[in-house]
């Protein structure tokens, strides 16, 4: 009976530690983007799959890239989005019976010289990620090594939310929310559009700050960002996936500044992707690009294009995958 | 795998559950497992260091022992056991030593000679200090007729290797532990909660305390030019942060070990209330301290040579001083350790000597304390006195702080003479506590910070008044106590910092 | 007996070393303190204590310490 009774609160305790994270967490988590992207992958077909960095996400439009190849594609970049994450995306794709035909990865060096960080978008795909075997395997490779805030109480990322909670609810009760609308995600320095390319605006204090890339020095890469690298062109091989790594130009300058760790790591990653079979397209290195290279054409220095030169990119970079016959695939 | 990480919480929760279900004398296998699992899952080549740790103390023990019963001239038994003792401290020791401080010493033969050898990748092994500490231990209660050695290897492994501990300590003791970790515990409803309850208090000092601390700590730290004027907040931060991060680790250690029914060595008991540095340091890494007073001071301080040192001593300074002055070399020598022990530069061992020569010192003062306290009359049990004790105590520990959190010592000196020269607090609010550079929420994370420490400051007074704050709570109704759980619990998400901006545990490191 | 508690007299006074039982335990003396008074009982008796001896049982009252050094006398 004693016994009883201590499972007995032990249960009302559960019940209410659960009802209070769900209250928060309808209350504090945002509605973000990542909810359409994630959304679409799951819910339509495509061709194509973009994965990779917020590089990708700002240089690869998909509707420019489909109206040169006639082809269905998404755009599943994010910032923040490690090889880990990237892997898990297409698996969810394949899991979820909408498995593409082709995966372009968007390879920045610099996701594969640091560990993902546990800051607000450490675990925000894995919070989208229909429940699943992918969903599980992402919290087992992921998510368990982060903190165990993360997993107990999945708004803790987004407590400072508390003074916009008004928003936040007003919005999760709008039809826009329950339809997957993306008109909130725009503002001045961004559009979000639906085949998940964010179209970037010039801004006044744009390039204001000379950010300083993590750079490849010959012995930093992280082992669990080329595991994952080479899990994901395992996975595209056993699921007849087509698997091609492109790395979108950077300004003419900042590889210039750094022209030795670019080059280092463009060494390193041509070898990597020759030994996995996958074919990879440095765009720094490329002649047809070296014209798209020029700093105006980017927010930053870092290498994120405006919109305009994104479409520019993109179209070419899709007429050369078209017709580059030399590359073979496996 | 850190003690903050999901992956500890579940393989803690599946050590208990197991522990529990198995049959009873398994027990002690099952938590010899999963602490192997746990070390393993830092890296298996460091299992090495681990295993070589355990059978060469193991085997020292076993070799004591066989002199002992088997030989009858005491004379010889002596002399084995000593060779015995000192292969076995130098094997430990001497790996401790290669994996820790060859860079060190490379460097500063670098420096000095003008060469330029290459520094050595060296991997140190996790929590290599502490079992090493423990383990030869061990082997000196042995020889000195403390403890009876352990026959079974795999027994003797786990007290070298027992998951919660091995990490940061507690330093344990064979006679105090080994019987626990051995011995057969039934399930109780009330342990696992008090246990339970001390995890949670260990994790609202670490995340709530130390993490918010640490994020202005290493602000001030990493730019002591932009922010001189903050110095001072600079290393008060820091004293929180030591403390919360530290005394909240052993907590939750403390509280993993209760759910398996075994109690450690307590390693804090309120250091800031300290009225001397030696009573700090009883206050302080307790097991630390005992440590080196059983197998470092007391050895040295009755070793033949001290004891010639002494004679000559009392011969030439008088019968007071000469007494005292070995007293003060061998107290030297502890700290000289202990700063070491601490990492391999030499801010460390300025900070070890600073508190080794207060201590030294004070202990050469003493009778001179005694008498200048009469001619004053002083009654040392005044209150004011006392608070005094503590306020100056505190002063001389943050002194110390400076050379354990600075890069170097001429940062150290810079930053006290910033401390006293400089002092602009509003430059607080200009310190960022987001990832993202904002400094929106500084302001609300210096007042969580501060009810945080209001909360710790009135459980220590408590404690200090010798009020057993956990059993108050635990003779209150249910009600209230889950009020505390629950409130300790959301704290952690929705006051702590999040790992991004600070790490892990600051001992885990050693 | 006698020349036992002069040197504790000497070495810390104000403690009531005829009656307390709890020298250690209650941190009275502390490990200087017991150093000294290792090394004055070492002058004064002629022995040699070991760091095994340095136990909380043989320092907590004046009557163990007392049996100590009568033991490591027979021993000497």
Redesign the interface.
């Known amino acids: 009976m004693r016994n009883f009774k201590r499972f007995a609160v032990l249960a009302f305790l559960l019940a209410l530690v659960i009802g209070v994270n769900s209250l928060l967490s309808f209350a504090l988590y945002p509605y973000t983007y990542s909810r359409v992207d994630i959304h679409h992958l799951i819910s339509e077909d495509h061709d194509t799959i973009f994965v990779g960095s917020s590089h990708g996400k700002c240089g690869l439009n998909p509707e420019v890239f489909d109206s040169v190849c006639g082809t269905v594609s998404t755009n599943q970049c994010l910032g923040g989005e490690y090889p880990i994450d990237a892997y898990h995306i297409v698996r969810l794709a394949c899991e979820t019976g909408h498995k593409p035909k082709q995966v372009i990865y968007e390879l920045d060096a610099g996701y594969f010289v640091s560990e993902p960080n546990e800051g607000a978008d450490f675990a925000i795909l894995y919070q989208e990620f229909p429940a699943s075997f992918t969903k599980f395997h992402y919290w087992m490779t992921k998510i368990l090594d982060g903190d165990f805030r993360n997993t107990l109480f999945p708004w803790y990322l987004y407590r400072g939310k508390i003074f916009s909670v008004n928003n936040t609810l007003s919005q999760k009760r709008s039809e826009e929310y329950k339809d997957f609308g993306i008109s909130s995600f725009a503002n001045p320095a961004q559009i979000y559009h639906s085949s998940g390319f964010i179209e970037r605006l010039v801004q006044p204090a744009d390039k204001s700050v000379k950010d300083i890339p993590v750079l490849y020095t010959g012995d930093n890469i992280s082992p669990e960002s080329e595991i994952y690298f080479r899990r994901l062109a395992q996975l595209c091989e056993r699921e007849g996936i087509r698997l091609i790594a492109v790395t979108t130009p950077v300004p003419e300058v900042t590889v210039q500044e750094y022209s030795s760790a670019y080059a280092g790591a463009n060494q390193y990653f041509t070898a990597l992707s020759k030994e996995l079979g996958v074919a990879y397209y440095n765009c720094n290195y490329i002649e047809e690009f070296s014209d798209l290279r020029d700093l105006n054409y980017f927010v930053d220095y870092d290498g994120h294009y405006y919109g305009e030169y994104a479409d520019l990119f993109t179209e070419r970079f899709a007429k050369m995958l078209d017709f580059d016959d030399s590359v073979t695939y496996n | 795998m850190s003690l903050i990480s999901m992956k500890f919480v579940v393989f803690v929760a599946a050590a208990v559950f197991g522990y529990y279900v198995i049959p009873k004398r398994f027990q002690w296998m099952w938590l010899l497992l999963f602490s192997y699992i746990y070390y393993a899952s830092s890296g298996v080549k460091f299992l090495f260091f681990l295993l070589f740790s355990t059978l060469t103390t193991y085997g020292a023990g076993r070799l004591l022992y066989a002199v002992r019963t088997s030989c009858t001239d005491k004379k010889k038994v002596r002399f084995y056991g000593r060779i015995i003792v000192v292969c076995g401290l130098f094997l430990n020791f001497g790996m401790l030593a290669v994996m820790k401080y060859t860079n060190f010493a490379v460097l500063n033969i670098n420096a000095v000679f003008g060469t330029q050898i290459d520094l050595f990748s060296l991997l140190l092994p996790l929590g290599i200090s502490f079992y090493t500490f423990q383990s030869t231990g061990y082997v000196l209660d042995v020889y ?3 403890c009876e050695p352990e026959r079974n290897v795999l027994r003797f492994a786990l007290f070298v290797s027992f998951f919660p501990q091995i990490l940061q300590g507690p330093i344990g003791r064979f006679h105090r532990l080994a019987g626990q970790l051995y011995a057969e515990h039934t399930f109780d409803f009330q342990r696992i909660e008090r246990g339970l309850e001390l995890i949670l208090w260990g994790f609202f000092k670490k995340m709530v305390l130390a993490d918010n601390a640490g994020v202005f700590v290493s602000a001030i730290f990493s730019d002591t030019q932009k922010y001189a004027g903050l110095s001072i907040f600079g290393v008060l931060g820091y004293s929180i942060q030591l403390y919360g991060d530290f005394s909240g680790g052993m907590d939750v250690v403390q509280g993993i070990s209760n759910l398996f029914g075994i109690t450690l060595d307590d390693n804090f008991k309120r250091p800031y209330f300290a009225r001397s540095i ?1 009573d700090f340091w ?1 206050r302080w890494h307790i097991t630390l301290g005992t440590w080196m ?2 197998y470092v ?3 040295v ?2 070793s033949g040579w001290m ?1 010639r040192f ?1 004679r000559f001593a009392k011969k030439r300074f008088g019968k007071s001083i000469g ?2 002055l ?2 003060c070399v ?2 030297l020598i502890v700290f000289l350790v202990v700063g070491i022990w601490h990492g391999a530069a030499w801010k460390f061992i300025v900070y070890g000597l600073y508190n080794g020569i207060i201590i030294a010192v004070s ?1 050469l003062l ?1 009778g001179q304390y ?1 008498s200048w306290k009469k001619a004053l009359h002083i009654n040392g049990s005044a209150w004011w006195y006392q608070l005094f004790q503590i306020l100056r105590t505190f002063l001389l520990v943050n002194i110390s702080w400076f050379f354990d959190r600075a890069d170097s010592v001429p940062q150290a000196l810079g930053m006290m003479h910033n401390a006293v020269t400089t002092f602009t607090p509003s430059e607080l609010l200009s310190i960022p506590v987001q990832q993202n550079g904002s400094t929106a929420m500084t302001a609300a994370v210096l007042v969580i910070l501060a009810a945080g420490c209001l909360v710790l400051f009135c459980v220590s007074v408590l404690q200090e008044r010798g009020v057993c704050v956990r059993e108050a709570l635990a003779k209150r109704p249910l009600v209230l106590r889950l009020a505390v759980y629950l409130a300790l619990f959301f704290a952690l998400p929705c006051l702590g910092q999040p790992p991004s901006l600070t790490g892990g545990f600051i001992y885990a490191q050693f | 007996m006698e020349q036992l508690l002069e040197i504790l007299e000497d070495i810390q ?1 104000d403690a009531d070393y005829e009656h307390c039982e709890t020298l250690i335990d209650d ?1 009275i003396l ?3 303190a017991i ?2 008074i ?3 009982l ?1 002058d004064a008796f002629g022995i040699s ?4 001896e ?2 909380p049982e043989n320092f907590n009252s004046a009557k163990a310490l007392w049996a100590m050094v009568c033991r490591l006398k027979e021993e000497a």
């Open positions: 000195w007729g403390k030696t009883h007073k059983d001071f007391y050895p301080s009755l004891n002494g007494r005292t070995p007293i061998a107290n202990g003493a005694r | 006074p941190g502390d490990s200087f150093l000294s290792v090394s004055e070492e204590v070991t760091p095994a340095i136990v």
